[in-house]
T-cell receptor
Framework: NAGVTQTPKFQVLKTGQSMTLQCAQDMNHNSMYWYRQDPGMGLRLIYYSASEGTTDKGEVPNGYNVSRLNKREFSLRLESAAPSQTSVYFC????????????FGPGTRLLVL | QKEVEQNSGPLSVPEGAIASLNCTYSDRGSQSFFWYRQYSGKSPELIMSIYSNGDKEDGRFTAQLNKASQYVSLLIRDSQPSDSATYLCAVNRDSNYQLIWGAGTKLIIKP
């Protein structure tokens, strides 16, 4: 039981390049989330998927797209990376109930030059 | 005003003492409250959750919730150096089940 996994762990991009961050969970959770964490800013929600087949924008969606491939997998795509997207990206999942305990993956450190 | 506010710290506490971490929130309709611990370079992990007014104890950790005053706190008794981390407060939005996060309080336990 791996919980939430993310790939890659670290990536360096040049401005304008694209990439996809992958996330998978094996806890049979309904809801999945993508956050970014910047120093002093806390976690900010980029996109979330309340259930398979649905996705919604969070607080900071500009410059990102997501795909809920199936119940297990939720990917985040940067179409044209910008230095402002340098951050640590976390994927999380939860049962989707009001208790809303979220379980996090190990994170992806992204540097955009 | 931020929706969830925490003192950024660092909060320095001697080993063996009680560490007290505080969090205030603005959404009066919030129903679920969480404390996560995050070690440097690692992902957040759940420490405590609390849903009703009062205290909830789990080992050395006690969460306290006061909905009238809109604050939630975390007490760590018998603090250990391994408790040194950033503690994140998270509160659900009333309008949906998304969590709103505070920026975190950095706690340092001095041996």
């Amino acid at each position: 039981n791996a919980g939430v996994t993310q790939t890659p762990k670290f990536q360096v991009l040049k401005t304008g390049q694209s990439m996809t961050l992958q996330c998978a969970q094996d806890m049979n959770h309904n809801s999945m989330y993508w956050y970014r964490q910047d120093p002093g800013m806390g976690l900010r929600l980029i996109y979330y998927s309340a259930s398979e087949g649905t996705t919604d924008k969070g607080e900071v969606p500009n410059g990102y797209n997501v795909s809920r491939l199936n119940k297990r997998e939720f990917s985040l795509r940067l179409e044209s990376a910008a230095p402002s997207q340098t951050s640590v990206y976390f994927c999380a999942s939860s049962t989707g109930t009001i208790e809303e305990t979220q379980y996090f993956g190990p994170g992806t450190r992204l540097l955009v030059l | 005003q931020k929706e969830v506010e925490q003192n950024s710290g660092p909060l320095s506490v001697p080993e063996g003492a009680i560490a007290s971490l505080n969090c205030t929130y603005s959404d009066r309709g919030s129903q679920s409250f969480f404390w996560y611990r995050q070690y440097s370079g690692k992902s957040p992990e759940l420490i405590m959750s609390i849903y009703s007014n009062g205290d909830k104890e789990d080992g050395r950790f006690t969460a306290q919730l006061n909905k009238a005053s809109q604050y939630v706190s975390l007490l760590i008794r018998d603090s250990q150096p391994s408790d040194s981390a950033t503690y994140l407060c998270a509160v659900n939005r009333d309008s949906n089940y998304q969590l709103i996060w505070g920026a975190g309080t950095k706690l340092i336990i001095k041996p």
